[in-house]
């Protein structure tokens, strides 16, 4: 059964929205670290933000100020409002887990779960 389960994505224009789910019921101890990362066709993967257990959050610059992250823990689900999205927002989405409820190093620090992905496509 995978840990993590991503689910919203789609196409959308630029200016639209959408919303990103990270399922991590799945984990015994599903009081982590969540991070979003996405990764467009010939580009390196990168983060986009991460959120602790504790909802401390922290933004890579290319979003700040148009994507937000949140949890719900009734449902340990770990949600992405993005909003004003752009071409360049275009890719693949990950969400990933840390063994703690910290977020270790941030963006660049050591996920070890992986869900599958979901595309976002945003057109022009």
């Known amino acids: 059964r995978a840990q993590l389960v991503e689910s919203g994505g789609g196409s959308v224009q630029a200016g639209g929205s959408l919303r990103l789910s990270c399922a991590t019921s799945a984990f015994r101890n599903p009081r982590r670290c969540v991070g979003w990362f996405r990764q467009a066709p010939g580009k390196e993967r990168e983060g986009v933000a991460s959120i602790t257990y504790y909802r401390v959050v922290l933004y890579a610059d290319s979003v700040q100020d148009r994507f937000t992250i949140s949890r719900d823990s009734a449902t340990d689900t770990v949600y992405l409002q993005m909003n004003d999205l752009r071409p360049e927002d275009d890719g693949t989405y990950f969400c990933?887990?840390?063994?703690?409820?910290?977020?270790?190093?941030?963006?660049?620090?050591?996920?070890?779960?992986w869900g599958q992905g979901t595309q976002v496509t945003v057109s022009s």
């Open positions: 990933a887990a840390q063994d703690g409820a910290m977020c270790v190093g941030g963006l660049d620090g050591r996920f070890d779960f």
